[in-house]
């Protein structure tokens, strides 16, 4: 059996959301139980020059939204990028899951050569929609979701490999 454009996105992205949900979940009981101020996590990085936690979870929504949106045709939701709380977190994950959900299978399966441009520091770059999902998209959402991994794991919350993984 083939598998589609579809079953490479939305069920892709939904679960990576998911996973990262569980992460979120998993720290912050980790942080309550032990006194950590999640607030420290929240807006912790890896290094001065990348992203936050929460910066990355923004780019993740943005990844798998965007990616959704443009190889199925359609214009992603606008989520203006002011989470501060865990709970906001959260909240952007579960829109961003939502979105993923109402997106028609049929929006994307069949379309795999549709154009899907896109605007880069070095200009615009243009893919068919299954090139853009298999080499910009995907690895996209899963730098975001794994440096979102890497920072709770270097703050020391009790994370490992089957917590972002998932259960199969």
């Given amino acids: 059996m083939a598998l589609s454009l579809y079953d490479l996105s939305v069920p892709v992205f939904a679960r990576g959301l998911g996973q990262l949900t569980h992460l979120l979940d998993k720290s912050l009981a980790h942080a309550k139980a032990n006194g950590i101020d999640p607030a420290t996590l929240v807006d912790a990085r890896l290094a001065p020059d990348m992203l936050t936690l929460v910066g990355q979870i923004q780019r993740a929504s943005d990844a798998s939204k965007l990616g959704t949106a443009r190889i199925a045709g359609v214009t992603a939701p606008s989520f203006p990028d002011e ?57 996209n959402f899963f730098f975001h979701v794994t440096t979102a991994y890497d920072v709770l794991r270097h703050k020391g919350m009790p994370i490992g490999k089957m917590d972002y993984l998932g259960k199969f």
Wanted: no cysteine.
């Fill in 83 to 139: 989470e501060k709380t865990w709970d906001d977190l959260v909240a952007r994950i579960a829109k961003t899951r939502d979105f993923l959900a109402s997106v028609d299978r049929a929006l994307i399966d069949g379309h795999e050569d549709r154009a899907v441009t896109i605007k880069t520091r070095e200009g615009e770059a243009t893919f068919t929609a299954q090139r853009y999902l298999l080499q910009f998209a995907l690895p």
